[in-house]
């Protein structure tokens, strides 16, 4: 409503400037109120036109009132004609522009790292590293957590060595790292449990207790249970594959983790019983042969050893373990230092 | 709630967390040394995270506590409106050159100068206010620099907002401090945002600043923080150096890192409850003639009576005393308890200590009692007054992985039970010794690792198994504590520091 106040208004002062120039009288004055009149006019017009500008020509806004008010100013009645018909076909070419919404940019550089970093621990590194009581707190607290990037197994036997350090900054690291692993197993522990209470079927009863005795295992294998804790959850483990087996469940994976469970509580003839039951339930020979190799190792079966260790391919196993299977196998001069002639097939 | 309002009182004491709303050491320290001193008016500045996470107050309030106002740093803020500002380019110039001396641990002193100087600055008019930090150029033009600069995490956003969350307590500390009532000195129980606090009053109102710190606040912050889950690590698998925390870590452990060299900066008697702790804060930055000791101290015949009520032979029960809490590490308590029932069956572990600051630890360590089969054997308590306790149990067991000087430990003594405790804080001096003379009065007890099960299993059942060994214990424990660990001898040592601050004159 108020844009047709201003044209209104405009038309009015236009007019009445327009009467000030016509007047027979002359003088400066008089073509002053006339410019005047005519720019409050021209103002208001810019003001009338405003909102039918599109939006996309409204920004920057001060500029573009001052160029509505130029027209309307300099060219009287076609200024602003030619801006309303400017605009009519702009709004109409616009919509032959497609903006898109998504443009394609070049590929980013490949930006490996956005600092140098320089790797300085190895496995050793860490070890001597955190060993030193001499290198400063925060050069081994690094160390420290370097360790959360490894296998439980590796890195558990260290933490729990740190468990004893002098520094109190060490320590709480070491015991907070070693909590939150025991406690991410303890949790799926529960899961499980509350899943086995719920389990319907047979079918999913059993998954639940081989993940069990799985869980279980593992807190003793990263080496987060110790005393009488590791017996108990030793036997723990070996409860639920006890109640797996009743369920019918029994294979070799599970009589595999039997095995690997006996060994652990020191029971290496049931061991040894059970590794060669998952042999015989189909589990490829090159997982037990390992374990058997250490029982035999045990027991100082040292012509058992090599003749075991000789069954293992060298192309499948680590390099540490390639050295130690090259160390027994290959033919040498001296006998090794005590043998056993006794039994002879263990598998 | 009403709390009580004076004009004005003697001490102001700054409390993060702790008494009257949490129960606990520090809490009962608090609870000791107010009502220890009649003679002088307290005024309490309790500052907490949001008023959800406490319920009511665990304390009734002594009568000589005149003002209390509480305060919570998650509380959404008043925010200035949103309007672009200039900043003052000179300030800002200041803050960019006190970030660069936080920055390295011996610049700090350089620091806390500069930011003495911005304080005034800090309110709304200021020309370090919220708004100029929150809507200037300036200052988005500030990190913007320090992302580039520095920032090994990706994300701009998450540096963005780590830094405003991060800063803006600075403010509303700022502002209650503009507002606290007129004290004759000020006294924090912690540096952290307690002691910025006093930091701020002290540089404003020019009256002494005392610090008695119980744990190394800054110390217990970084662990935390290491741990913490709620940090983003926006970094991908190349930009990720497995020695080096992520980014933001960095920054919240050198923002907590500054909080409390501005605290010992502005202290002038920083107080620690036992020498590792004093070399510890010195080596944060305290300066070492303001340091001193001063041991926790208990009210022995209060405790000293119950010894009349025990009987004869060590009764097989331990007890943990305690909140049921992650740092007091419960589940190692549990844990040896399998052992020690294993081979004492009669025996009984006790755990007593209020359920309500953690529910869920205390559903991990429900779960861990009833998953090793302990469920006769272990009792939760909840709290429990310490006069009807002590007189039951054999053993004090303290498993934490992090300590002070344990009240408990010594609360357990005055009463003839020895303590079977994880070597932490000073748990070692207090049961073994000190000094040579010290030590010549016995082992109250055993000291054990943390985290070390089998250990603390065999350290108990050597003491409850031989009352010989039990009772010699049990008289060290005695000894020890009516020698060096009295209130009276605590009472003393403040009351001299009390005397020197509240008679200052500016």
């Given amino acids: 409503m108020i844009k047709y106040v201003f044209l209104a208004a405009a038309f009015l002062l236009e007019i009445s400037s327009l009467d000030y120039l016509f007047k027979t009288q002359s003088g400066d004055d008089l073509l002053a109120w006339c410019l005047l009149l005519h720019g409050a006019g021209s103002a208001l017009q810019a003001a009338f036109i405003w909102p039918f500008v599109p939006p996309t020509f409204r920004q920057p806004r001060l500029p573009m009132l001052a160029l509505l008010f130029n027209f309307a100013f300099f060219m009287p009645l076609i200024g602003l004609l030619g801006v309303v018909i400017a605009f009519l076909i702009a709004n109409f070419r616009r919509r032959a522009v497609v903006r898109h919404p998504f443009a394609s940019l070049p590929l980013p550089e490949y930006v490996l790292s956005m600092r140098e970093t320089d790797h300085q621990f190895s496995q050793g590194g860490i070890k001597s590293r955190l060993a030193q009581t001499s290198i400063p707190t925060p050069k081994r607290l690094q160390s420290l957590l370097a360790l959360q990037g490894m296998p439980a197994r590796v890195s558990s036997p260290l933490l729990q060595d740190m468990l004893g350090d002098a520094s109190d900054d060490i320590r709480l690291v070491a015991y907070g790292l070693l909590d939150s692993r025991e406690k991410t197993i303890t949790a799926q522990i529960h899961q499980e449990l509350e899943k086995f209470r719920q389990a319907g079927s047979n079918e999913l009863r059993l998954i639940c207790l081989r993940r069990l005795a799985e869980l279980y295992w593992e807190l003793v294998y990263a080496g987060l249970a110790q005393g009488d804790l590791r017996t108990h959850s030793l036997k723990q483990a070996l409860s639920y594959i006890e109640s797996a087996a009743q369920l019918g469940g029994e294979d070799s994976g599970l009589l595999f983790l039997k095995g690997r469970i006996h060994y652990e509580l020191k029971l290496p003839d049931e061991a040894l019983r059970f590794m060669q039951q998952a042999v015989a339930y189909g589990l490829p020979e090159s997982r037990v042969l390992p374990y058997i190799t250490q029982i035999a190792f045990d027991r100082k079966d040292f012509k058992k050893v ?11 196993v680590t390099p540490f373990m390639k050295s130690i ?3 027994w196998v290959e033919p040498q001069q001296t006998p090794p230092p005590a043998e056993n002639h006794g039994k002879r097939a263990l598998i | 709630m009403n709390f009580p309002r004076a004009e004005s009182a003697d001490i102001g004491l700054l409390l993060e967390g702790t008494f009257p709303y949490v129960s606990g050491g520090v809490s009962s320290w608090v609870n000791q040394i107010i009502r220890g001193f009649p003679e002088y008016t307290f005024a309490i500045v309790f500052i907490g995270s ?24 998650y509380n959404k803020m008043a925010a200035p409106q949103i309007r672009p500002i200039h900043g003052d380019r000179a300030t800002f110039e200041q803050v960019k050159a006190m970030h660069g001396h936080f920055r390295s641990p011996e610049t700090q002193g350089a620091g806390s100068e500069m930011f003495r100087k911005l304080i005034p600055e800090l309110a709304p008019k200021g020309k370090a206010s919220l708004e100029a930090f929150l809507y200037s150029q300036e200052a988005w033009d500030f990190v913007r620099e320090k992302y580039q600069a520095y920032c090994t995490d990706p994300s701009f956003v998450d540096y963005f907002w780590t830094v405003r969350s991060m800063h803006a307590p600075i403010w509303m500390l700022a502002e209650i401090a503009r507002t606290f009532i007129p004290v004759k000195a000020y006294h924090t129980v912690s540096t952290g945002y307690a002691g910025l606090l006093g930091s701020l009053l002290k540089e404003q109102n020019k009256r002494p600043l005392v610090l008695s710190e119980h744990g190394i606040y800054t110390k217990e912050r970084k662990i935390d923080l290491f741990q913490a889950q709620w940090i983003k690590d926006n970094r991908n698998v190349f930009q990720r150096d497995p020695t080096e925390i992520s980014y933001f870590r960095q920054l919240w452990i050198r923002f907590f890192q500054a909080l409390g060299s501005r605290c010992y900066d502005s202290s002038d008697h920083i107080v620690a409850l036992y020498e590792a702790n004093r070399l510890r804060q010195v080596e944060d930055g305290a300066p070492a003639e303001r340091t001193c000791n001063i041991p926790n101290g208990v009210n022995v015949p209060r405790f000293a009576a119950l010894r009349e009520l025990r009987p004869k032979d060590p009764p097989p029960i331990l007890c943990l005393i305690g909140r049921v809490v992650p740092i007091k590490d419960i ?8 052992t020690i029932a294993n081979r004492m069956p009669e025996a009984q572990g006790w755990i007593a200590g209020p359920e309500d600051e953690s529910p869920e630890y205390v559903q991990e360590c429900r779960d861990l009692v009833d998953g090793l089969g302990l469920n006769d054997n272990i009792k939760f308590l909840g709290f ?17 992985i992090s300590e002070g000087l344990p009240l408990v430990l010594l609360e357990g003594f005055a009463a003839g039970v020895p303590a079977v405790s994880t070597d932490v804080g000073s748990c070692r001096q207090l049961v073994y010794g000190l000094d040579e ?14 985290a070390d099960p089998q250990a603390l299993a065999e350290a108990s059942l050597e003491l409850l198994s031989d009352p010989q ?16 660990y009295t209130q009276e001898r605590m009472f003393a040592s403040y009351r001299s520091i009390y005397e020197q601050v509240t008679t200052w004159q500016a």
Wanted: glycine share 8%.
């Fill in chain 1, 325 to 327: 299977i090259n160390f």
């Fill in chain 2, 384 to 400: 429990q007054q310490m006069t009807e306790l002590l007189p039951k149990v054999g053993l004090v067991i303290l498993s934490s």
């Fill in chain 2, 437 to 450: 003379e010290d030590r010549a009065l016995g082992a109250a007890g055993r000291i054990v690792g943390i």
């Fill in chain 2, 331 to 338: 589940k190692t308590y549990i844990r040896a308890m399998r």
């Fill in chain 2, 469 to 484: 060994v039990w009772q010699a214990a049990s008289e060290a424990g005695i000894k020890r504590v009516e020698t060096y």
């Fill in chain 2, 50 to 73: 949001q008023p959800e996470d406490y319920g009511k107050p665990k304390y009734a309030l002594p009568d000589n506590v005149v003002h209390l106002e509480t305060h919570y740093l």
């Fill in chain 1, 306 to 316: 090599r003749e075991l260790l000789g069954r293992i391919s060298t192309d499948q």
